[in-house]
């Protein structure tokens, strides 16, 4: 059975080490710094896109848990 050319995975602190660069300056700070502070805060959830040819973060996605307003 062929892969598809994505996998959509739980972000965890490996792939982070691995890196990623958008290329873009705030999709890249978050990803790097902010997204384990929210996870463990239990604010968001994030998930990569990992291309499955090659085994490189392609893009990633968060999603809000809660309401952060007070």
């Not at 959509?8 to 700070?29: A, M, N, T, W």
């Not at 996870?39 to 490189?56: E, G, L, P, Y």
């Amino acid at each position: 059975m062929k892969l598809p050319p994505f996998s959509v995975i739980p972000l965890s602190k490996d792939k982070v080490q691995e890196g990623f660069c958008s290329g873009s300056d705030d999709p890249d700070h978050y990803f790097s710094a902010q997204f384990g502070q929210d996870t463990k805060r239990n604010i968001t959830k994030c998930f990569i896109a990992v291309d499955n040819a090659n085994q490189k973060i392609a893009g990633y996605s968060t999603h809000l848990l809660r309401n952060t307003q007070h």
